[in-house]
């Protein structure tokens, strides 16, 4: 069974940085891709960034250039810096990874920015 632990979430001031990491409990290569969603309250689940297996990543628009995915693969690790932070990137932010055809969640970390 796959297990996805989130860490690293928190209260931040806007403009300040916050890192999340997202420890896998067998290796993250073996995964297609991983990465992390977000749900503020009110709002469906939403993207904010992938990292795939040939290291290829995606972004939100709404993070591009603030946000940086990256994995470390020794420690089966993927982590998310955030920079600039807005009061609208409050909200829980889930790390997914996907198999196959199968689809992997962590239980999510409350990130709060306050204006």
């Known amino acids: 069974q796959v297990q996805l632990v989130e860490s690293g979430g928190g209260l931040v001031q806007a403009g300040g940085s916050l890192r999340l990491s997202c420890a896998a409990s067998g290796s993250i290569l073996s995964f297609n891709y991983i990465g992390w969603y977000r749900q503020a309250p009110g709002k469906q689940r939403e993207l904010v960034a992938t990292i795939a297996s040939g290291g290829s990543t995606n972004y939100a628009d709404s993070v591009k250039e603030r946000f940086t995915i990256s994995r470390a693969d020794a420690e089966n690790t993927v982590n998310l810096e955030m920079k600039r932070m807005k009061p609208d990137d409050t909200a829980v932010y889930y790390c997914?990874?996907?198999?196959?055809?199968?689809?992997?969640w962590g239980q999510g970390t409350q990130v709060t920015v306050s204006s």
């Open positions: 997914k990874a996907g198999r196959a055809l199968r689809e992997f």
